[in-house]
């Protein structure tokens, strides 16, 4: 099916934008009559009927809404520093929608070779990853954020850090099942000795990811794959 991207809702119609219509008729050639399906970034899918279309502005009347769409019984916020390569935590970007992260946080840390992120970008992969994925719910993308805000934050639920030095550590496959996580995921350098000490002395528990290294992107993958495996 057609997935198109709108907030633009008035009454029983919404309403694409400019770029959503020009691809609606241009690339997909729809017309007035055809049915199309439109989510709202809050949940919702709807299925709808184009009643007026043009290359800047299309109009569809909403047939049917599927509230909570794709929604699953848990939050899980990935903080993952961006690797130097941003086409490599662009890649995460992407597998995390498809996976069904709620928000993805750019962490600033001591070892960062990448000290700006400019969100807008972010913000048109993860639209693009929602539509291909059939994602209702969009992810809440935040501005990079230093790694020591992040650690003295207030999250409920389970907080994990994810690191490569030595040290008892809980495999993220074990732990109990939570309704709200965090997981840090650090640099290509890792994390310093100093900003694991101080996650820790702030609750938040080291875990494993396998005897393996993985490189940032691969990380933060491999740690949100294993939260959902812990609901199926």
């Known amino acids: 099916m057609d ?31 055809d049915t199309i399906h439109v989510i709202d970034g809050k949940g919702n899918l709807y299925l709808c009927r184009i009643t007026k279309i043009s290359q800047k502005h299309t109009i569809a009347e909403i047939l ?30 992407e597998k995390a929608v498809e996976l069904g992260v709620n928000e993805i946080i750019p962490i600033l840390t001591d070892h960062s070779e990448r000290k700006v992120v ?8 993860v639209l693009a990853a929602m539509k291909q994925s059939y994602k209702a719910h969009k992810p809440i993308v935040h501005e990079m954020t230093p790694f020591e805000d992040i650690v003295f934050e207030k999250y409920p639920g389970y907080k994990a850090i994810a690191h490569c030095e030595d040290g008892d550590k809980q495999s993220v496959m074990h732990i109990a099942k939570p309704t709200d996580i965090t997981i840090l995921i650090g640099p290509e350098g890792d994390f ?3 900003e694991i000490q101080l996650a820790m002395e702030n609750n938040w528990l080291p875990i494993s990811l396998g005897p393996q290294r993985f490189r940032t992107e691969t990380a933060a993958i491999m740690a949100l794959h294993s939260v959902h495996s812990l609901f199926e």
Do not use: W
């Not at 609606?24 to 009559?33: D, E, N, Q």
């Not at 520093?81 to 970007?93: C, S």
């Not at 400019?118 to 992969?125: D, G, L, M, P, S």
């Open 64 to 93: 049917e809404t599927h509230e909570d769409y794709g929604s699953h019984q848990f939050t899980v916020r990935m903080a993952v520093a961006p690797t130097k390569n941003m086409q490599r935590y662009e890649f995460f970007v």
């Open 3 to 33: 997935i198109f991207y709108s907030e633009l809702l008035q009454d029983s119609h919404i309403a694409l934008s400019s770029d959503e219509s020009k691809h609606c008729m241009k690339v997909l050639r729809h017309k007035t009559g």
């Open 192 to 194: 310093s000795l100093k």
């Open 118 to 125: 400019k969100t807008e970008r972010i913000e048109r992969i």
